[in-house]
């Protein structure tokens, strides 16, 4: 039987901190864990914080995270904390945790790498977590979908900094590494239940990418410059495209890679415009688009963005009515939308979720699946809920 605890600490010594985040998980589950979900701001220290984890739990206990942008706890979202979830997982579960990094730029293979080591634990699950500012995150999925099928259920995201895009970090076991991914594999009898919704609403006509430069640098739709096009579709606020980018994403026109085609108003996958590139009329994606694929322009309001949090998290729900703990992955950028209302992104999703453990972090990209394929979103709020 799957039990599992959430702890937060605020403490401005990150070894400390990953210490009284051990003392509390202990104390709460009346002993040592027997592995860790671990998400801690981007502004300790990893190393520090995992020493100070280790150093009271011990190495027997598995521990596998990210750095991460902002945390979600029992209670909602918080920043520059140390947020960690216990396991316990009886005697029919199992996890692993695994590490790797990128090498010579082939983010696919090191998905693959990844992807032939769990595949030989037998795995029903696996969380992953990216290094979103070094690696490719789409092409580390596809990776581990080229060994594991297309349809094996995978969760997580991409961790991140503060903002300042400079430096993340993930975690698996003794490890802290930058350039990589680290992932947990669960092995056994689990039920999963995952959702994803933006609230971003598609508009206008469709568009075809026609040129991408290194994945993600989109140079021409339509076979105009991306940025005359994008720059249009704002009209009179198009000066201030820059500021006003990250509340216009791009939606995908059916999946990518030909997995789904949502229905009429729904959004299987966005792509966040990430940066402008003023003098070559180019947009920077937060994610990558094959040319070829079929976009549509978005809008949406602050009030719509809330209610999709909810909406994703009933939809979970009336799949695994009750479940053992909830997983939630909540994009960076929905955060700088929001502003100030973030935190009521997160009220109606925790009334509805009770008194079920919970943890999460905002990312910088979030892998869900959608109508049974994992995929790397932009903008999404993504959950899963567990059952052991």
């Not at 032939?116 to 696996?126: F, G, M, N, T, V």
């Not at 990558?288 to 719509?304: A, I, Q, S, W």
């Not at 009334?351 to 979030?366: K, V």
Request: glycine share 12%; net charge negative.
């Amino acid at each position: 039987m799957l039990e599992a605890s959430t702890v937060s600490i605020v403490h401005d010594d990150a070894r400390l901190a990953g210490r009284d985040a051990a003392d509390e998980l202990v104390d709460v589950m009346g002993g040592r864990p027997d592995f860790v979900l671990l998400f801690a701001s981007a502004k300790y220290e990893g190393r520090a914080v995992l020493d100070g984890l280790r150093g009271r739990l011990g190495s027997g206990v598995q521990i596998a995270g990210c750095s991460s942008f902002a945390e979600i706890d029992g209670k909602g979202g918080l920043t520059e904390s140390v947020t960690a979830m216990g396991f316990r997982l009886g005697s029919a579960l199992r996890v692993a945790t695994l590490a790797d990094v990128s090498r010579d730029g082939d983010d696919r293979g090191l998905g693959r790498r990844l992807g032939e080591r769990a595949q030989a634990l037998d795995p029903s699950l696996i969380l992953v977590f990216y290094d979103s500012l070094r690696v490719n995150g789409p092409n580390v999925l596809r990776g581990l979908q080229d060994v594991l099928g297309a349809t094996f259920p995978m969760v997580g995201g991409g961790a991140g900094d503060l903002g300042d895009f400079v430096r993340a970090y993930q975690i698996a076991d003794g490890e802290v590494l930058t350039g990589g991914a680290a992932i947990a594999v669960f092995s056994g009898p689990i039920r999963i239940a995952t959702a994803a919704r933006s609230g971003w609403m598609p508009v206008g006509g469709e568009h075809r990418i026609t040129a991408v430069e290194k994945g993600n640098v989109l140079l021409t739709i339509d076979d105009r410059p991306a940025l005359e096009l994008y720059q249009e579709y704002l009209g009179p606020r198009a000066a201030a495209v820059a500021s006003l980018a990250v509340e216009f994403p791009l939606a995908v026109v059916g999946g990518l890679e030909g997995t789904c085609r949502p229905a009429e108003g729904e959004i299987a996958v966005l792509r966040a415009v990430a940066g402008i590139d003023v003098q070559r009329k180019a947009l920077l994606l937060g994610g990558d688009l094959p040319e070829g694929t079929l976009v549509r322009m978005t809008t949406g309001t602050r009030e719509e963005v809330i209610r999709a949090a909810e909406e994703a998290t009933a939809r979970a729900l009336r799949s695994l009515p009750n479940p053992s703990c909830a997983l939630l992955f909540d994009c960076m950028a929905r955060k700088l939308v929001l502003g100030t209302r973030y935190r009521d992104e997160l009220k109606q999703p925790m009334a509805r979720l009770g008194s079920i453990p919970r943890i999460g972090f905002y990312t910088h990209g979030e892998l869900s699946p959608v109508d049974g394929v994992c995929m790397c979103h932009n903008e999404t709020f993504t959950l899963a809920l567990l059952e052991g």
